[in-house]
């Protein structure tokens, strides 16, 4: 996803357009975002004789952190802190992303691997065996057990007739990707790893918070 032009965790945005109530066409959808995401670019900060790839990494490098990092640490606060703990994030302390910011590149990916120049910079820290394998991503989720009860509970509440969701949510849309296990929607949700369930889960979540803060929709 490096050169793919717009944000690269969301790639699914005509799509996700067609799900809304009053959908946007495509096209007018990734405008839109397309207006934030080359607002961010214009932030990021190049150095002089600075190769396509340095430029290009040095751009998704300004988006993670103005965006998806941004994203990932409000979720990690708000899920420790609901449980009385506080989590520290060490590789997000400024001094270190201040320094990695004008690494190249191709420092980062030492030994073509993700990573790569923190794994060395841990050698003889950490057994070679953890140092250097395969990164592991967070679970994705896919227990078929998991992606039926939010399938049913989704169901029932569409069913049930007191249902914010439709408010912003093309209901038939959303019953064909009920009817279909999601075969209707061919994408990401959003990042690597947010397929259906996790779709699903979140329209749930957009229920809940309508209804807890009584949202009101104008227009």
């Not at 400024?94 to 060395?120: H, Q, T």
């Not at 064909?176 to 259906?196: C, I, P």
Request: with cysteine; charged share 30%.
């Amino acid at each position: 996803m490096i050169n793919y032009d717009g944000f690269p965790w969301a790639t699914s945005v005509p799509e996700r357009a067609e799900l809304m109530k009053d959908p946007l066409s495509g096209e007018e959808a990734e405008a839109f975002v397309r207006k934030t995401y080359d607002r961010c670019l214009e932030d990021t900060d190049y150095l002089d004789g600075e190769s396509a790839e340095d430029r290009r990494m040095r751009e998704m490098f300004t988006l993670n952190l103005e965006y998806f990092m941004a994203t990932l640490l409000d979720r990690k606060d708000r899920m420790s802190m609901a449980h009385g703990l506080e989590v520290r994030v060490p590789f997000c302390d400024y001094r270190l992303v201040e320094y990695a910011y004008n690494i190249p590149s191709a420092f980062k990916n030492y030994r073509d691997r993700e990573k790569g120049l923190v794994r060395y910079a841990m050698t003889g820290v950490l057994p070679e065996d953890v140092l250097w394998r395969k990164k592991s991503p967070y679970p994705k989720t896919h227990n078929p057990n998991y992606m039926r009860l939010l399938s049913e509970k989704l169901t029932k509440l569409l069913d049930g007739g007191d249902c914010r969701l439709t408010e912003l949510v093309n209901e038939k849309k959303l019953r064909e990707m009920l009817e279909t296990d999601g075969a209707s929607f061919k994408k990401n949700w959003y990042g690597q790893l947010m397929t259906v369930p996790q779709i699903y889960a979140y329209f749930l979540q957009v229920e809940y918070w309508m209804k807890k803060y009584d949202v009101e929709i104008n227009g």
